[in-house]
């Protein structure tokens, strides 16, 4: 059972690209129900990171059970929460327990791209942010040229952005320009560079 009703790239398409991108970082958001059954395939893939989403359970035990196979299994954890999911206590023992390497904030409903972004939710960054000033916190959905700088203010550091890169006239341009406006925005924390390569 699927988290939403249509697929992008799996293990095999991170497997291929990998040959052919020996270097790159390849971060796997997979918007499954059960991502358990997805953690070696994409292991073997050689996957940096792989981010589940929080909704996959009612119960934090089985979301923090999934993030401890994906460290064992040598990749670097993300934690999604969708638009209209609230911050919560169980999210914030998950940081504190240091079970999270990234944390996404969706600004879509996940599933479909070329949505309108859903800015509120960059709340939980700018409260993500002033309790974690270190950590890696990503937004996906609706990032473009003329946006980034709002994000950014908002605590974030890493960005996923499709549409607003594929629809610009100039693609290198557009990922160019988002990477120069995210590092050199004023943010809590000082537009210091991620660990992790945007996803821009």
């Not at 095999?12 to 997805?38: G, I």
């Not at 950014?152 to 990922?175: D, F, L, Q």
């Not at 925005?185 to 660990?195: A, I, L, N, T, Y």
Request: hydrophobic share 35%; aromatic share 6%; with cysteine.
């Amino acid at each position: 059972r699927h988290f939403v009703e249509n697929l992008t790239f799996g293990p095999p398409v991170v497997k291929s690209l990998r040959k052919a991108l020996p270097t790159a970082y390849f971060d796997c958001h997979c918007m499954v129900q059960h991502p358990n059954k997805w953690i070696q395939p994409l292991a073997e893939a050689k996957a940096n990171s792989i981010t589940i989403h929080y909704e996959i359970s009612t119960e934090p035990s089985e979301v923090i059970e999934t993030l401890k196979k994906i460290r064992a299994a040598g990749i670097k954890t993300g934690l999604a929460l969708k638009p209209h999911t609230p911050l919560s206590k169980p999210i914030f023992d998950m940081i504190d327990d240091n079970l999270i390497d990234m944390f996404l904030i969706m600004t879509v409903e996940p599933g479909f791209g070329g949505q309108s972004a859903i800015f509120s939710a960059l709340e939980k960054g700018k409260e993500l942010r002033k309790r974690y000033p270190s950590l890696n916190i990503q937004v996906d959905g609706g990032v473009k040229c003329e946006n980034v700088i709002q994000v950014a203010e908002n605590g974030v550091n890493v960005v996923v952005s499709g549409t607003g890169i594929t629809s610009h006239t100039n693609p290198s341009e557009a990922i160019q320009i988002m990477r120069c406006l995210l590092y050199t925005s004023p943010s809590p924390r000082d537009r210091q560079k991620s660990r992790m390569p945007s996803s821009a």
